[in-house]
């Protein structure tokens, strides 16, 4: 409490206008189910891949609807510590984050509640139970159709990356085999940790021994796309975007957790190209018409719908904004090559956003994480990586190119996301007024 000069309080006295004495307010009472749920609640949205900032502003948001007058939050990529004032003192939790990740339809059930809780009032013993629920519900599909979803998604991004017709066969059984092992390591924590040098070793030796001298096809064109569930393009992304505001330490965790899990793929195919033996170039084969993409992204969509488990109902609206985000990125090309994944970005957030407020429309971030996969920032660092297997001269290029892809990516992200922000505001101020 600030008290007036001793000087000045006797004038006040004799005057008898004193103040009356500033008395700081109790702390409401709140739920004692409030900071678990916000705790399990951080950890949840850190497993779907949110950045720091945006955790944080749910967790607070959710405990001001819920009456909490002071809240502290500190979240990093790897927990998140919550502390709250009530009536009978100082509640303060911490947990860790599983880093489990959350499949598609998680991530959108996850949304729908968060938005609930900051909109709506829902008695947080219920909301608890229905968020442990979420975290627990299993793939929509089995493993067969979701090994099949990421065979579907690599042929999906061969047509994107490299259309050639004799290569879809060896895309498909290479995107199968590596969707096996994915699974496998979810059921073999041991093989799981290792899991990125295992597929990547499989496939250079596959590629070097099998796919070059059956087709003659260059095989780095052939292990991008089988591994393009490896690579960390969203980490990356967002770790990008933690660091342009300026959550430091959260951002540079992401960061080198990015590039590791770019270097144990590289490792991978070191040691398979150190078995089998260097990666040969060949000429490029003849390829695909200009529809060869377009059918590439509905494949893309069509496997993360299996492989990633879409909500039901959300496979159209994943498909409009993959294409929206796959157009934009063509027109940035065109003005220059560095721009592309910058407009890519730019209109993800506000489309996605407009599919959000239709009636049937999926979550926001539903429709937005299969978009970031097409912009494949990582894709230039494995190749640029790989390429220093054997000592190309243009690696160092093709590594400041994916630097400047990744923070483009990042910053036409915040820069949709404000202007969406911006535009419901403005929306909802006409509507109201």
Do not use: C
């Not at 494949?376 to 000592?391: H, Q, R």
């Amino acid at each position: 409490m600030r008290r007036a000069p001793s000087v000045v309080r006797r004038v006040l006295r004799a005057l008898g206008d004193e103040p009356p004495p500033v008395v700081d307010p109790e702390p409401p009472e709140v739920s004692p189910d409030l900071v678990p749920l916000l705790r399990e609640l951080g950890t949840a949205l850190l497993d779907s891949g949110r950045s720091v900032t945006d955790v944080e502003d749910d967790l607070e948001a959710v405990a001001r609807r819920s009456g909490a007058s002071t809240v502290g939050t500190l979240v990093l990529p790897t927990g998140v510590f919550v502390r709250v004032s009530t009536a009978g003192g100082t509640v303060a939790d911490f947990a860790a984050a599983a880093a489990s990740g959350l499949n598609l339809d998680q991530i959108g059930a996850l949304t729908t509640l968060v938005r609930r809780l900051r909109t709506t009032d829902v008695p947080l013993a219920d909301a608890r139970a229905e968020l442990r629920a979420i975290v627990e519900r299993p793939p929509r599909f089995g493993a067969v159709l979701t090994v099949v979803g990421h065979g579907l998604l690599t042929v999906g991004f061969g047509l994107v990356l490299n259309p050639t017709a004799r290569l879809l066969p060896v895309y498909l059984v290479l995107g199968i085999l590596v969707g096996a092992l994915r699974w496998l390591g979810t059921r073999w924590p041991t093989l799981a940790t290792a899991l990125p040098v295992v597929a990547a070793f499989v496939v250079t030796l596959l590629a070097i021994d099998v796919v070059h001298p059956w087709l003659g096809d260059d095989p780095l064109s052939v292990l991008v796309p089988p591994l393009v569930s490896f690579l960390p393009g969203s980490v990356l992304t967002v770790a990008a975007i933690e660091l342009t505001s300026n959550q430091i330490v959260a951002g540079a965790s992401r960061l080198v957790y990015g590039v590791a899990q770019l270097l144990l793929l590289v490792f991978g195919v070191v040691a398979g190209a150190a078995v089998a033996g260097p990666l040969v170039a060949a000429p490029a084969a003849d390829q695909l018409g200009w529809w060869a993409p377009w059918v590439g992204i509905l494949a893309v969509g069509l496997g993360q719908m299996y492989f990633a488990s879409s909500p039901r109902g959300s496979l159209p609206w994943v498909l409009l904004v993959l294409l929206g985000a796959y157009a934009a990125q063509l027109v940035g090309a065109l003005a220059a090559a560095p721009l592309a994944g910058f407009v890519g970005a730019l209109v993800i957030a506000p489309l996605a956003a407009l599919v959000e407020r239709t009636p049937h429309g999926p979550p926001a971030a539903v429709t937005t994480l299969p978009a970031f996969w097409l912009l494949v920032p990582g894709a230039l660092s494995l190749l640029g990586l790989s390429d220093l297997v054997n000592g190309g001269p243009e690696a160092a290029q093709e590594i400041a190119n994916a630097v400047v892809a990744v923070f483009g990516i990042a910053l036409g992200t915040l820069v949709g996301s404000a202007v969406t922000r911006d535009a419901g505001r403005v929306t909802r101020t006409l509507f109201t007024s």
